[in-house]
């Protein structure tokens, strides 16, 4: 693979990147809680390197050729969105608020993450409709190895992205408690129309 071919790749994938969707919206739930965008945006690129790897072993294209596994993934995937949605919602975050509890809760964070991304099925389709296209069969190493680097630059742009979005929420919020309320509540309402629109899209597809 060439130098362009990295960058053209690149250029593609922070495209996807910069749009705001579910991980945008954890992210920023992340950083009214305080301490928990670390673990947050670890979760969220685990999520995204599970992804890639799937589809490097070829495991991809296999569920995406058999629509039930397809259909399970957006089912599960939908529902969870709906319910992490529905509390961010009705139980919006405040600045440093539980702070006492989050000490034991970096992992449930790291969890949520993986959640958000490993079960949204957008994520494993747009990494199966992108990595095969810049993959050079004529390259001296393997497919599955340039899917993986590739893979990596993505998750690379990710974790840069969610890191800004969620110290920014942090940073800009953290002095404006009902701003904090109300932008956590559209966080919400942005993973319950994300969930609906899969659920959606499964039932008329």
Do not use: E
């Not at 690129?45 to 995406?64: E, Q």
């Not at 957006?74 to 961010?88: D, E, K, P, Q, R």
């Not at 296209?133 to 899917?147: L, R, Y």
Request: proline share 5%; glycine share 10%.
């Amino acid at each position: 693979m060439t130098l362009s071919m990295f960058v053209a790749f690149w250029a593609v994938s922070i495209l996807f990147v910069i749009t705001p969707g579910a991980d945008w919206a954890y992210a920023i739930s992340a950083g009214l809680k305080g301490r928990v965008v670390m673990p947050a945006v670890a979760g969220l690129l685990s999520g995204h390197l599970i992804a890639t790897l799937v589809v490097a072993a070829g495991v991809g294209t296999l569920v995406a050729n058999h629509p039930l596994a397809l259909s399970v993934l957006t089912i599960a995937g939908a529902g969870y969105l709906l319910w992490l949605g529905f509390n961010m919602f009705v139980y919006p975050a405040t600045p440093h608020a539980d702070r006492s509890q989050l000490t034991g809760s970096w992992q449930r964070w790291a969890l949520k993450g993986l959640c958000v991304s490993g079960l949204n099925p957008k994520v494993f389709l747009l990494f199966l409709a992108l990595l095969p296209q810049f993959a050079d069969a004529a390259a001296p190493w393997p497919v599955p190895m340039q899917m993986i680097v590739l893979g990596l630059i993505h998750t690379f742009s990710c974790g840069v992205i969610y890191l800004l979005v969620g110290l920014g929420s942090q940073v800009v919020l953290r002095t404006r408690p009902t701003a904090a309320q109300w932008v956590s509540r559209c966080s919400g309402a942005a993973m319950i129309i994300i969930a609906i629109a899969l659920l959606a899209g499964q039932m008329l597809g």
